[in-house]
C-alpha cells in the first residue's frame, strides 16, 4: 500500500523557537495534502489543506502565520510551527491524497511536538 | 459533510465479534462512509469504506443500513491488537477527512 512518512516522528524544542515537520508520500504523487493536530485523549483536528504549488487553505481558528505550510513538490509538504510556545505541545499528523486515484489518502505516522 | 456520532467506548471479549454502531442521518447520497482507527501516538489506519452496499475485507465487514443513515462495522474475531479507537467518517470525494470523537474499543482477554 501506498506510504506516506513524516519527520521527524518526534521533537523537543524550547519555547520561542521554530520547527519544520516534513510529510512525503513515498511512492505515490499528491497534489493535496493535509495537516491535522491531536491533543492528549482528543480526536484529530483538521488545521489546513496544502495544494502543490499554491496557497495553503487553512481552517478556521487555524493562525495561518503561526503554521506555515509549503507544499513545494507532489511528494513534500512542509508545516513550520513559528515562536512555538508550550501550548504548541502536540500530535502533528499529515495525510496526502493520491493525484491519479483521487478517493484515496494515507495518513503519515505522526510528529510528537513537545515545546518546553 | 455530514456530521456522524458514535457510542464514546465499547468493550469487546477477545475472540468474539466487535460490532461498532455509527449513525449519520444527515448523510447526502454521494458520500462515503470511512472507517479507521488510531491506536494510541499513531497516525489512522484505514479500515474500510463503503457508499451503499455491504463490504468485507481482510480487516472487517461494513454494514450499511438501506436508508444509509446508520451503519455497523464488524470486527469478526477481535484481538488485543484491535484496541484502539474506531473513527465513523462521511466522506465527499475530494474533500477532506473530518474526524467525529470516535469510539474507544477495548478488547478484554
Known amino acids: 500500500g501506498a506510504v506516506v512518512s513524516q519527520h521527524p516522528s518526534w521533537v523537543i524544542c524550547k519555547s520561542g523557537t521554530s520547527v519544520k515537520i516534513e510529510c512525503r508520500s513515498l511512492?505515490?504523487?499528491?497534489?493535496?495534502m493535509f495537516w491535522y493536530r491531536q491533543f492528549p485523549k482528543q480526536s484529530l483536528m483538521l488545521m489546513a489543506t496544502?495544494?502543490?504549488?499554491?496557497?495553503?487553505?487553512?481552517e478556521q481558528g487555524v493562525e495561518k502565520d503561526k503554521f506555515l505550510i509549503n507544499h513545494a513538490s507532489l511528494t513534500l509538504s512542509t508545516l513550520t510551527v513559528t515562536s512555538a510556545h508550550p501550548e504548541d505541545s502536540s500530535f502533528y499528523i499529515c495525510?496526502?491524497?493520491?493525484?491519479?486515484?483521487?478517493?484515496?489518502?494515507?495518513f503519515g505516522p505522526g510528529t510528537r511536538l513537545t515545546v518546553t | 459533510d455530514a456530521k456522524t456520532t458514535q457510542p464514546p467506548s465499547m468493550d469487546c471479549a477477545e475472540g468474539r465479534a466487535a460490532n461498532l454502531p455509527c449513525n449519520h442521518s444527515t448523510i447526502s447520497g454521494n458520500e462515503y462512509v470511512y472507517w479507521y482507527r488510531q491506536i494510541h501516538s499513531q497516525g489512522p489506519q484505514y479500515i474500510i469504506h463503503?457508499?451503499?452496499n455491504n463490504e468485507t475485507n481482510e480487516m472487517a465487514s461494513l454494514i450499511i443500513t438501506e436508508d444509509r443513515k446508520s451503519s455497523t462495522l464488524i470486527l469478526p474475531h477481535a484481538t488485543l491488537r484491535d484496541t484502539a479507537v474506531y473513527y465513523c467518517i462521511a466522506y465527499l470525494t475530494g474533500n477532506q477527512f473530518y474526524f467525529g470523537t470516535g469510539t474507544s474499543l477495548t478488547v478484554i482477554p
Open positions: 495525510s496526502a491524497r493520491d493525484r491519479v486515484l483521487t478517493y484515496e489518502q494515507y
Open positions: 511512492d505515490f504523487q499528491a497534489t493535496t
Open positions: 496544502s495544494n502543490e504549488g499554491s496557497k495553503a487553505t487553512y
Open positions: 463503503g457508499l451503499k
